[in-house]
């Protein structure tokens, strides 16, 4: 008897509340299953996911069970093929994932056989299944612009300092409108108000200083949450709050829209229109594109690899005395005020030292490192005894097979064998397959093995890595400080009264027997993003 597994799937949310489609689907399924006598072990369910992609849990799940081996069923039952994918060439990919796997999909109401003209038409389906799912994408998109015209929201979460009420009623459909909630718009106004003047004992608050401000006197989000640098940004450049929200500004990819999509929509404005522009201008005059960040000279040696010990941040550079003084502090304080993390505060210069000193006096010594490196030796080495055993194995199977052969060969010289028999044929052709496989498996071994073995630590190697490794950790203008460090620690923890170091000893290796040693360890230039700006508004 045939294993069969149920994959059932509705649209939207809300068909799956008020179980639509589901139930058919599953009372048609079950009676299919009985009907050809197909053993029904197990049901997926996907209430209110698209087909259009295959971002969903329950169809994850199946594909997962369908791929396994061995798969726990043999037939993937559907009412339709666009229950299952509306994407005509992601449809095929699937059908054919789980026909590797022995598993077959089949559908209820559309069904067929696996012949050249049958699989033409399951793909014409599914083309006629995609094109209406965009059609009806379409259709949507041409409503919710609409409503938006005239004033009504779509039904997404408010931005923090409105909230949903019913308009009016038209037919069965409630229309709804954003009003200012006075809860949170007090929040909205003290958060401009801060950018433009201050609290009153300071000047104009940047974004960074608004973020602390808020988070010391436990102000919170609109879900009791602290302020972040990203939230307190948005409020401040959002058009929403002097009046003109922005629908259908970007798409599913977070890319921005041609103007002539956006639809903007009046909503009561909660700041008047001078102080937003007034507000933009500021933001504009500090951005680092017109207004250039500090440039700070000479190597920082831990950037990237140094983390707060108390929150787990990464801790980065601050200033002090108009850039004479540099620090190391942790990032998350910085972002969100003292009340984020207690964490300290650390001279740049005194760390560095610290940490290279540690490296070069601890670290850097011949027998130290040959303690730290004996395990990967031992198991570098019981690694060519296991390939030195597999290339014997494989030389073993290469002989016999040619010795059969050989016999083979003898039999059919002294006419005991016929050389026309197909089982001959057959058997003559499968000795020598196996005996070319061994060989070139074998050589492959034997390469990887002559390789490793070329890199085999001697102590002489060792010397000379510590040797030059401490003497570079203190090359002026940051050479080894700055580009070689990642061979030697991947991570720096800072806590009160310790700093911890933690390294890999594969990278340790890596370093030690890389061509040309130490001069070897790779550098990592920095990986600027391609993009324009992450945060692009509209001229």
């Not at 300290?344 to 010594?365: G, I, S």
């Not at 080495?381 to 002989?399: F, G, P, T, V, Y």
């Not at 460090?485 to 170091?501: D, H």
């Not at 370093?511 to 230039?525: D, H, I, M, Y």
Request: hydrophobic share 35%.
């Amino acid at each position: 008897m045939q294993r069969a597994a149920l994959y059932l799937r509705v649209s939207t949310a809300r068909q799956a509340e008020h179980d639509v489609s589901i139930p058919d689907q599953k009372r048609q399924g079950e009676a299919y299953c009985a009907a050809r006598g197909y053993q029904l072990v197990e049901t997926f369910v996907e209430p209110g996911a698209s087909a259009t992609n295959d971002r969903r849990p329950e169809f994850q799940r199946l594909i997962e069970a369908g791929t396994s081996k061995p798969a726990p069923f043999d037939i993937v039952v559907v009412h339709s093929f666009s229950r299952f994918f509306r994407d005509h060439f992601e449809l095929e990919f699937y059908v054919r994932k789980l026909a590797k796997n022995g598993v077959k999909l089949v559908s209820i109401t559309q069904e067929m056989g696996d012949d050249p003209m049958h699989v033409m038409m399951r793909q014409i389906m599914a083309l006629f299944d995609e094109y209406q799912s965009k059609e009806n994408a379409k259709h949507v998109m041409r409503a919710l612009k609409e409503n938006a015209r005239q004033g009504f929201w779509n039904g997404s979460l408010p931005p923090i300092g409105y909230r949903v009420v019913a308009a009016e009623q038209r037919g069965a459909k409630t229309k709804k409108k954003l009003e200012i909630d006075p809860l949170h718009a007090d929040t909205v106004r003290l958060i401009y108000r801060l950018a433009l003047e201050g609290d009153g004992t300071t000047g104009q608050m940047g974004v960074k200083n608004i973020v602390s401000y808020l988070n010391k006197r436990r102000i919170f989000t609109r879900d009791g949450g602290r302020w972040g640098i990203g939230q307190v940004h948005r409020i401040l450049t959002r058009r929403t709050y002097m009046g003109e929200h922005e629908f259908n500004k970007r798409t599913k990819t977070k890319e921005l829209k041609p103007v002539s999509e956006i639809v903007t929509v009046p909503v009561p404005p909660i700041i008047d229109t001078e102080t937003f522009d007034a507000v933009q201008a500021r933001l504009k005059a500090r951005n680092p594109k017109v207004m250039p960040a500090r440039v700070i000279s000479g190597p920082t040696m831990l950037t990237g690899l140094i983390h707060c010990a108390k929150c787990g941040g990464a801790m980065t550079i601050r200033t002090g005395k108009g850039g004479r003084y540099r620090y190391y502090a942790c990032s998350m304080r910085a972002r969100q005020g003292p009340t984020t993390c207690t964490g300290m505060a650390v001279p740049m210069e005194k760390l560095d030292d610290l940490v290279a000193d540690h490296l070069e006096q601890q670290l850097l010594q011949p027998e130290r490192l040959e303690t730290i490196l004996a395990s990967v030796l031992d198991r570098r080495q019981e690694q060519s005894e296991r390939r030195r055993e597999h290339i014997a194995e494989l030389n073993k199977r290469a002989a016999e097979s040619e010795l059969r052969l050989k016999r083979l060969y003898d039999a059919i010289e002294a006419g005991v064998a016929d050389i026309d028999d197909p089982a001959l044929k057959d058997r003559i052709d499968g000795l020598k397959a196996i005996r070319d496989q061994a060989k070139v498996d074998s050589d492959r071994a034997q390469a990887m093995l002559d390789n490793s073995g070329s890199k085999a630590v001697t102590p002489q190697m060792v010397r000379a890595f510590a040797s030059t490794a401490r003497q570079r950790i203190r090359f002026e203008g940051g050479g080894y400080r700055r580009d070689h460090l990642r061979a030697l620690a991947q991570r720096v923890e800072v806590a009160e009264g310790e700093v911890r170091i933690m390294g890999s000893k594969s990278r340790l290796l890596q370093a030690l027997t890389g061509k040309n040693s130490v001069n070897s360890v790779p550098t990592q230039g920095l990986k600027w993003r391609r993009g324009g700006d992450s945060n692009p508004r509209y001229p």
